[in-house]
């Protein structure tokens, strides 16, 4: 007798079950990122319906894109992303805290999860539409302070650069400060509930406990946060694209990286906004790698540092 | 590339549906010959395809949902509908286009639109996408003798070969507020306005008795933009060249804009057109004493802006004749239903008497020019918005002196954006050399291929 059921291989069951997602990235993204890589070396747009290229022109794309403005957008695309995350994440922080204790006794706690949660919920655009019109110099915003007699002269939100950055912040802020204090609580909820116990019992006061309990315990989180942040930010789009017409007013001072890539587009120039977007992979690449070094540590609090100190400890 | 894959899926989609489309045509009577069944028709809206409905004399039946045409023949009319929007339109016509070669017959295009703002594009003589009427057996001198000359000069190439027709002509009109102008002036009659706004100084006279009074003459500096625009001596981008050359009557429009708009004459807080505070100068209680619009504008952007009664609006002549507009039907090279096509372009273009019916139906001012004189004589056009008034007999004598300014294939980007980097500098948040250095940035990363802008003087 042959021994033909001894094994049973149910190794290729889960190759077999997980070969869709394969095929489909391979095709859908895996492919195009390599288009994407392999054309910013080409001059390669449209005049018109006439096609230039592609022609091999090496590293000419990312020269000329480093004598653009693509540095200014750059600077821009952080502004605005700051301007929107400093509220996000002290809002979020203060939220989670105040949701997670016990003593606050918070009635309907998951009642405001729910609703701080669905600003998110809602398209960008759809979301810069409405900001675009209620913020208009003849629009609701504008009538009511004026009717309580803050201002005399309706103010020019979005003719102005402070108005126009401040808006874009806002809304990104409205729309993620939900999904930070979520993601903020899971990780306080983590924290043994026997430290917050031994500082109470020690005579710890809320902000004591806040700044050196909390905190420290949540810094990989928090640290994830930031950097999934500064990677969503980097491309960030909807909302100041919708907002300012696509134009970046006043003066290009509201123009993100994509938008500029998004420029390119218009005319089908592949080989620039190519080049652009290997730039951006580059820099979310990098920022990728520190995610994963830090989620990634076997040690007590996640970070590096914690992480030298405990084997010097060992070692002593 | 999110955008590519959409673009490939529904050119998929595309192809599917017109496939199954092809299954239900197998009967067809033999009069087409070597036609095909399917006729594909690109535009931006169905406009067209209510004007074929309303005047070509073949149409049997449309589908339910609007996307099939049947005519008396079999033949089906395949009306392929993307928005104009962000430019969706020309991307899927593009894309059909460069495949235009390789496509199955009853997959090629057969007819698409194009406006006057980009129509230079698809009328390129080395492109060929778009057929000479010739070729398909129109003589535009003789089928056309009808359409106003500068309608045939738009959809030329730059040999003077006309590749593409249109029904409607846009010439633009001064529209006013009546109770405004009794209220300055004195007297709300179109030739005494006529009178007051007849050219631009003039019209900056009176300009100052209507803002003593505290109303505004236009609302937006872009309001103006399409009277100087379109009479430029050279086209933005001569053929051949990658050089923009910016005309001094657009440095004009930035220099009377910035002016008008320090003098009061112009809403400050209306920034350019086709948005909330736009449209709400067109309400009544607005202080703008009048919009500068052609006949499409009146009734698709006035009338539903307008919350007051009918009559209240009056046309008279514009400070400068202009054109605003326009869609033009192309054959498209490589159509396998040329006979179709021709019959269609004549019937829409070129038929007095179906464009005097698109006329009094849809009040549009149409490409005939002794059909127009007959109906700017005729009561019967006049317009109940405008309280009876024939505004015919005022779009008549502009259509007669339009001179259209050259085109070129860059004109869209052109014009979107020398009025998007002024605008900066009319509110006051850029100087003018920035806003020069602006466009010049813009323009560049538009149009790849442009090396360099020349500034008058």
Known sequence: MKTKHKKIDYAKWGYFFILPFFVSFFIFSFIPLIDTIRYSFFEYYRSGIKEVGPNFIGIENYISLLGSDMLKYAANTLILWIIGFIPQIVIALVLAEWFVDARLKIHGTQFFKVVIYLPNLIMASAFAMLFFTMFSTNGPVNEILMSIGLIKEPFDFLGSVFGTRSLVGFMNFLMWFGNSTIMLMAAIMGISPDVFEASELDGCNSIQRFFYITLPQIRPILAYTLITAIIGGLQMFDVPQILTNGQGTPDRTSMTLIMFLNSHLKSRNYGMAGALSVYLFIVSGILCFFVYRMTNNDDPDGSKAAAKKAKKQRRR | ?457
């Not at chain 2, 004189?373 to 309280?387: H, N, P």
Request: glycine letters at 8%; proline letters at 4%.
């Open chain 2, 1 to 457: 590339m999110k955008k590519r894959i959409i673009s490939i899926l529904l050119v998929a989609v595309i192809t599917a549906s017109s496939l199954a489309g092809c299954g239900k045509s197998s009967s067809s009577d033999a009069e087409g010959g070597e036609e095909g069944k399917v006729i594909n028709v690109y535009s931006w809206n169905d406009e067209f395809r209510k004007r074929v409905e309303a005047v070509y004399p073949k149409v049997k039946e449309t589908s339910k949902d609007g996307t099939v045409t049947t005519l008396n023949d079999g033949t089906e009319i395949h009306w392929i509908i993307n928005p104009n929007q962000d430019g969706v339109y020309q991307q899927k016509l593009d894309e059909a286009l460069m495949k235009q070669a390789d496509a199955s017959a009853d997959d090629k295009v057969d007819i698409f639109l194009s406006e006057t703002d980009y129509v230079n594009k698809y009328t390129d003589a080395d492109a060929d996408v778009a057929m000479p009427l010739t070729s398909l057996g129109i003589n535009p001198d003789t089928d056309m003798a009808e359409q106003y000359e500068f309608t045939k000069v738009t959809a030329s190439d730059v040999n003077g070969v006309q590749r593409g027709s249109t029904w409607q002509c846009c010439p633009g009109l001064l529209v006013y507020r009546r109770d405004i102008a009794m209220d300055v002036f004195g007297t709300d009659d179109p030739e005494a306005i006529g009178q007051k706004v007849k050219d631009w100084d003039t019209l900056k006279a009176t300009a100052e008795e209507l803002k003593a009074k505290g109303y505004y003459t236009f609302s937006s500096y872009a309001d103006t933009f399409r009277l100087y625009g379109n009479s430029i001596e050279a086209s933005w981008v001569s053929p051949g060249e990658t050089t923009v050359k910016v005309d001094q009557k657009i440095m004009d429009w930035v220099k009377d804009s910035k002016e008008w708009l320090d003098a009061g004459y112009l809403d400050k807080s209306v920034k350019g057109q086709w948005n909330d505070d736009w449209n709400k100068a067109m309400g009544s209680s607005a202080k703008v004493f009048a919009f500068l619009f052609p006949a499409w504008g009146i009734d698709f952007t006035l009338k539903p802006n307008w919350d007051g009664e009918n009559g209240v609006w009056g046309v008279t002549n514009p400070p400068q004749e202009y054109n605003w507009g326009g869609s033009y039907i192309h054959a498209c090279t490589g159509t396998d239903n040329p006979e179709h096509v021709k019959d269609i372009i004549l019937a829409l273009t070129a038929d007095k008497k179906n464009l005097l019916k698109l006329s009094k139906d849809y009040a549009e001012f149409t490409n005939t020019r002794s059909g127009m004189q007959e109906a700017a004589g005729d009561a019967s056009y006049s317009s109940e918005f405008l309280g009876g008034q024939n505004s015919f007999q005022y779009f008549a004598p502009v259509a007669e002196n339009i001179q259209i300014a050259p085109l070129s294939a860059y004109d869209q980007g052109c014009v979107e954006l020398i009025q998007n980097s002024f605008s900066d500098y009319f509110q006051g948040a850029v100087d003018f050399d920035k806003a020069k250095a602006n466009f010049e940035t813009a323009i560049i990363e538009r149009y790849p291929d442009i090396t360099a802008i020349q500034w008058p003087e």
